[in-house]
């Protein structure tokens, strides 16, 4: 694991981006495409902005680029809550991604339906190759769910599906997500944590006891990938572990 904590938000969606673009360049020299999953939430917004801006939508091989969602709530793509809607509106309307790399999760007329179609895109999109991620971008809630996996979710067992519906108890939409089986198969996991009410959920993730069904984000430790968590200092304010106070730093050429 490596545990990096940024002065402020600016600074973590920086080194975000930074990561991002780096991992990029690597993917497409040694295989010719870059493969992402997006997170939603509020905290990645700015890093989407960023990537958006020069240096980076000049530097990074938007032409090469794949992009997928972690999870998304089944909703309209118009619809303020779309996790869709806030990356396009953020990013990827504003760099050359081919419109078929984009691959949104469409499950607002049936969850069930739309969960299965996803995986069999994503299936389809590795085909016999292994079924691995380049980049898997994470949030991290107050409850220490992570994309849509809840506490006590039953997506959180799942050993097979590569997608799972969910409803969260008190909304009243459903939503699908990828599940740690693919999620874990990632060459890089990077979780985005911000901001004080963060710091309790984050301490819990990484000091407190194993727990995975109380603690969603403990099941994601990829089986043979990076996973970096990127905090800021509010979030990582009562952790005690070591880890290396850093700012962003542009990715090496």
Not at 43 to 72: C, K, M, S
Not at 102 to 119: F, K, M, N, W
Not at 220 to 239: F, H, M, S, T
């Amino acid at each position: 694991m490596i545990l990096q904590t940024f002065s402020n938000l600016e600074a973590l969606s920086q080194a975000a981006a930074a990561l991002f673009a780096r991992l990029a360049a690597v993917a497409v020299k040694s295989r010719g495409r870059f493969s992402v999953a997006l997170s939603g939430g509020s905290t990645p917004r700015r890093t989407y902005e960023i990537l958006a801006q020069p240096p980076f939508r000049e530097e990074v091989p938007w032409n090469r680029i794949h992009v997928f969602w972690g999870d998304e709530r089944c909703v309209p793509p118009s619809d303020p809550r779309s996790n869709t809607l806030m990356a396009r509106k953020a990013w990827l309307d504003q760099v050359p991604v081919p419109q078929t790399q984009i691959h949104p999760i469409s499950c607002q007329l049936d969850p069930g339906a739309g969960a299965r179609e996803y995986e069999s895109l994503l299936r389809d999109f590795f085909g016999s190759s292994p079924p691995c991620l380049d980049l898997v971008l994470l949030g991290l809630g107050k409850d220490g769910h992570t994309a849509s996996l809840f506490p006590d979710n039953p997506a959180l067992r799942e050993r097979e599906r590569w997608t799972a519906t969910v409803q969260v108890p008190g909304e009243d939409i459903h939503r699908v997500t990828l599940t740690p089986v693919l999620i874990n198969r990632a060459a890089a996991v990077a979780f985005l944590a911000a901001g004080a009410a963060k710091a309790g959920a984050l301490r819990e993730v990484l000091q407190g006891p194993r727990g995975p069904l109380r603690l969603p984000a403990q099941v994601i430790n990829p089986d043979q990938g990076e996973l970096y968590w990127l905090v800021d200092r509010e979030a990582a304010k009562e952790i005690t572990i070591r880890h290396r106070d850093t700012e962003a730093k542009r990715p090496r050429e």
